[in-house]
């Protein structure tokens, strides 16, 4: 913690002598595991049947460029890594967050460049899940992995883990811009073998085992200018700070771009015919403590009002007694959601600080989850589990695949350079009961359930068109 702490001041500090700009990359990412044991055999089978697995990249990258060759490089990546075997009959994909930073120099050839970097990533573990394809069934099964000190699930993996990290992007420099093509290579120096006895092709357990991994990744992105370094901020005049409201007006970007990332508090209104379900469900639930983000598009509409349209991913639920049973108590149910929230933004006054406030519609897919629950006092003792949900047409194992939402928020931007930071509070209302009848959870014969969540997000906005 405190090595990022320094990590963010240096960079903080970077600002104003730098040329910072922010932007998105996407990509997908080939990873495998290397397995290393005392036992020779062991560490063979794994490392010979192992395969690369395919999976997404995500990446807001935050550069500092100190001068025409230099650049200093962050931001936040999410990946996900594992591998697979049989091409795909048995596969581990797991999620995770990371912090990376890299040093290198560019080489100019015109309009054109190649960066090359070095430098190491941080990440957080996010969980996943294991897929295996069971003989005579129709799909495949899926088992929850889990983070250190995640209770029910199967599989549990360490919560960190520490990658070197090497970078070559070939560019396209634009007045503002710049379009990026990439080939990035992550080499694992933690540990992410599970924690678990692993066994040999013996049966002899083998405690040592450790894994590391390895993933070639290929991306492509732009990345927009926030501020203009040193240079600029030298030529800039006293007369910045009396411009009047028509000048304000004219440099507000006609459609500006950008990211934001927050905090959810998610609950859920549940209403059930069966006394005692009702009762059970709703005493003693709890907000469950989840996360948000999205890529924000900003259209100016006029001088106060615009319309931004968001391409955003969600984490829904509630800590709860779930069930009706008198042994099981639920721990958490954690839902995550694809959505589309398309919001009228009016923004109130013309300086350097402006609140507004934002509503609309929000139109949400599932695209799964997890339901850790636990049960005491059974015959086969107390016990914790972790179920993946799944959403689509099978009321009694799966929820309603799509939700729809109001959304209503305020918050206050503030200019930074070209570009702009915010803060919003938002409340999402959900209309759909997202438990469909005959849902082997409840009991009651009727029973409605809709999502109610509280959104704190942070985020930036910078010019993608004049």
Not at 31 to 53: C, G, L, R, Y
Not at 69 to 93: C, E, M
Not at 361 to 382: E, F, I, K, M, Q
Request: glycine share 10%.
């Amino acid at each position: 913690m405190r090595l990022l702490l320094v990590v963010c001041a240096l960079l903080c500090s970077l600002a104003s002598i730098a040329q910072v700009s922010v932007g998105h990359r996407v990509g997908v990412a080939w990873t495998k595991w290397v397995v290393a044991s005392e036992d020779p055999s062991f560490a063979k089978i794994w490392n010979n049947e192992m395969e690369f697995m395919p999976g997404a990249m995500l990446e807001v990258p935050v550069q500092f460029d100190i001068s025409k060759v230099a650049r200093i490089s962050t931001g936040i990546i999410f990946i996900q890594k594992g591998y697979q075997w049989n091409s795909g009959d048995q596969l581990h994909r797991q999620q995770y967050l990371q912090l990376p930073i890299t040093f290198g120099g560019a080489v100019h050839f015109g309009k054109f460049y190649l960066h090359s970097s070095v430098g190491a990533a941080f990440g957080v573990n996010a969980r996943g899940e294991y897929r295996t394809k069971a003989f005579g069934s129709t799909g495949p099964q899926i088992t929850a992995i889990g983070s250190e000190d995640d209770r029910g699930y199967s599989f549990i993996t360490p919560a960190v883990e520490w990658s070197g990290l090497a970078r070559v992007l070939f560019g396209i420099q634009r007045p503002n811009s710049a379009f990026e093509f990439g080939f990035n290579y992550q080499h694992g120096l933690s540990n992410v073998m599970y924690d678990i006895d692993m066994v040999d092709q013996n049966g002899t357990v083998v405690y040592d085992a450790t894994a590391t991994q390895r993933s070639f990744q290929l991306q492509f992105g732009y990345h927009l200018n926030l501020t203009r370094g040193r240079e600029h901020h030298m030529r800039k005049t006293t007369a910045d700070s009396s411009e009047t409201m028509r000048s304000f007006q004219k440099k507000v970007p006609r459609v500006r771009i950008g990211q934001r990332f927050g905090g959810v508090s998610s609950s859920i209104d549940f209403h059930g015919s069966l006394p005692e379900e009702n009762t059970r469900v709703n005493e003693g639930a709890e907000q469950l403590l989840a996360m948000a983000t999205a890529v924000v598009f900003d259209v100016r509409l006029g001088d106060h009002l615009s319309l931004q349209p968001e391409l955003a991913y969600t984490q829904k639920g509630w800590r709860c007694q779930w069930y009706a049973r008198p042994t099981t108590e639920n721990d958490l149910l954690r839902m995550n959601y694809a959505e589309l929230p398309v919001l009228l933004k009016y923004s109130i006054g013309n300086h350097t600080w402006r609140p507004f406030l934002t509503a609309g519609p929000v139109l949400a897919r599932g695209l799964g989850g997890v339901d850790v629950y636990g049960s005491a006092g059974t015959w086969n003792g107390s016990y914790f589990a972790a179920v993946p949900v799944t959403f689509g047409d099978d009321n009694r194992i799966q929820y309603a695949p799509w939700d729809l939402a109001a959304s209503m928020g305020a918050g206050i931007a503030a200019r930074i350079g070209d570009g702009e930071l915010f803060l919003d509070l938002r409340y999402q209302h959900g209309f759909i009961d997202f438990v469909p009848e005959g849902n082997f959870s409840l009991y009651s014969e009727t029973a409605e359930a809709y999502h109610r969540n509280w959104l704190l997000n942070i985020g930036y906005l910078v010019p993608w068109r004049k």
